[in-house]
């Protein structure tokens, strides 16, 4: 089956320091890739997406670009802030409703002022 | 998108109880889901809340444990039942506004705690 793998966290960064997280998956086909955010005491939100490859879903300052040669969706901020605090999901899916749907385990960013 | 209101936000239940988890939504959405979120874990799902029929469970989930109901398009509940402390997780409610691969949109979870 999919697989989604990204890297460990926490990641402890200052503010303004330029941000990325790795993730990589391994699907059958071509899947959607997300990126979700959860911030503290909340559910997760869909930060951005990208449908195939080479697109480059964008929101809020941060960026992931859909690469099929290495299978890759590394999420990147120039400049982060402490308000960027939280744990960030990346997610694969394959089509057929929440079953096709495949979360990393989360990366837990921690900005300092 | 839609907006998800799932209570309760947070519980300390007694092992052997059971708790009971609400999930509205403002708007008819045909895919209904329900997750766990262990500590420090990713998500895992929990089943598909079917309107109108029983729920389908994934893997390792089954019905006498994690009891739902989907009465309408709106509205789901989860039962954890008979809870041990193993049962302690972040409980999510997830809905697919659209079809194939559109993105999930997640209520703001139950943090449950047994004792």
């Known amino acids: 089956g999919d697989s989604v793998t990204q890297m460990e966290g926490p990641v402890t960064l200052s503010e303004e320091a330029f941000l990325t997280i790795n993730c990589t998956y391994t699907?059958?086909?071509?899947?959607?890739l997300f990126w979700y955010v959860q911030y503290p005491g909340e559910g997760l939100q869909l930060l951005l997406k990208?449908?195939?490859?080479?697109d480059k879903g964008s929101n809020k300052g941060f960026e992931a670009t859909y690469r099929k040669e290495t299978t890759s969706f590394h999420l990147e901020k120039g400049s982060v802030q402490v308000s960027d605090s939280a744990v960030y999901f990346c997610?694969?899916?394959?089509?057929?409703?929440?079953?096709?749907?495949?979360f990393g385990k989360g990366t837990h960013l921690i900005i300092q002022p | 998108s839609a907006v998800i209101s799932q209570k309760p936000s947070r519980d300390i239940c007694q092992r052997g109880t059971s708790l009971t988890i609400q999930c509205q939504v403002d708007?008819?959405?045909?895919?209904m889901f329900w997750y766990r979120q262990q500590p420090g874990q990713s998500l895992t799902l929990i089943a598909t809340?079917?309107?109108?029929?029983?729920?389908?469970?994934e893997s390792g989930f089954v019905i006498d444990k994690f009891p739902i109901s989907r009465p309408n398009l709106t509205f789901s509940t989860l039962t954890v039942s008979n809870m041990s402390p193993e049962d302690s997780s972040i409980y999510l409610c997830?809905?697919?506004?659209?079809?194939?691969?559109?993105?999930?949109?997640f209520g703001n979870g139950t943090r449950l705690t047994v004792t």
């Open positions: 997830s809905v697919q506004v659209g079809t194939g691969d559109s993105p999930l949109h």
């Open positions: 699907a059958t086909g071509y899947p959607s």
């Open positions: 990208a449908t195939k490859a080479d």
């Open positions: 997610a694969s899916h394959s089509g057929g409703g929440a079953d096709g749907l495949t």
């Open positions: 708007s008819q959405v045909t895919m």
């Open positions: 809340a079917n309107q109108g029929s029983e729920a389908t469970y």
